[in-house]
T-cell receptor, first 114, second 114 residues
Framework: EAGVAQSPRYKIIEKRQSVAFWCNPISGHATLYWYQQILGQGPKLLIQFQNNGVVDDSQLPKDRFSAERLKGVDSTLKIQPAKLEDSAVYLC????????????FGPGTRLTVT | AQSVAQPEDQVNVAEGNPLTVKCTYSVSGNPYLFWYVQYPNRGLQFLLKYITGDNLVKGSYGFEAEFNKSQTSFHLKKPSALVSDSALYFCAVRDYSNTGKLIFGQGTTLQVKP
């Protein structure tokens, strides 16, 4: 079974530029998550999708971050404009629907904002 | 609000010795608890989970965890550590909102020395 795919793996941009990350979840997983992991901290949920609907985006900085999940499969997370404090690893995860199921994580995208 | 705490930033053990990585939780009801491991430049990998039932949960790579309701703990254990177990370990609890998102601890670095 293929795992969660993410691209790019690394990205370096200047502040005020824009960037987009892509995620392809495990086939059949209805729930998709985007997490932000700042160095030395645990992952923090940014947004959660159930199929193509948003379930939780309470910690998404909506003035600069946006995300979509077209057709309930792939997802894109965008930052525009980026700030220095956005430097982090952005992790995508997916799971079967239901809160007892474990989440499977992709390799992440390491973003550096200079 | 739900939370988890990992009181040790780093745990050092010798290869072949037993290891314990500590986690305590705070939830308003019955907890769903998870352990994940993260190797350098990799995403998080699921190790094991406690939903209900037996307090001793067995997981991947020979790891197990003991759920202790009276001490609100969910410590990760392994009888005999390997150098290859050296990694960053995260404890997580399911948030009790309908979204079921995971709330992660800060992480504990495990260093196994030959």
């Amino acid at each position: 079974e293929a795992g969660v795919a993410q691209s790019p793996r690394y990205k370096i941009i200047e502040k005020r530029q824009s960037v987009a990350f892509w995620c392809n979840p495990i086939s059949g997983h209805a729930t998709l998550y985007w997490y932000q992991q700042i160095l030395g901290q645990g992952p923090k949920l940014l947004i959660q999708f159930q199929n193509n609907g948003v379930v939780d985006d309470s910690q998404l900085p909506k003035d600069r971050f946006s995300a979509e999940r077209l057709k309930g499969v792939d997802s894109t997370l965008k930052i525009q404009p980026a700030k220095l404090e956005d430097s982090a690893v952005y992790l995508c995860a997916s799971s079967l629907a239901g809160s007892g199921y474990e989440q499977y994580f992709g390799p992440g995208t390491r973003l550096t904002v200079t | 609000a739900q939370s988890v705490a990992q009181p040790e930033d780093q745990v050092n053990v010798a290869e072949g010795n037993p290891l314990t990585v500590k986690c305590t939780y705070s939830v308003s009801g019955n907890p769903y608890l998870f352990w994940y491991v993260q190797y350098p430049n990799r995403g998080l990998q699921f190790l094991l989970k406690y939903i209900t039932g037996d307090n001793l949960v067995k997981g991947s790579y020979g790891f197990e965890a003991e759920f202790n309701k009276s001490q609100t703990s969910f410590h990760l254990k392994k009888p005999s550590a390997l150098v290859s177990d050296s990694a960053l370990y995260f404890c997580a609890v399911r948030d009790y909102s309908n979204t079921g998102k995971l709330i992660f601890g800060q992480g504990t670095t495990l260093q196994v020395k030959p």
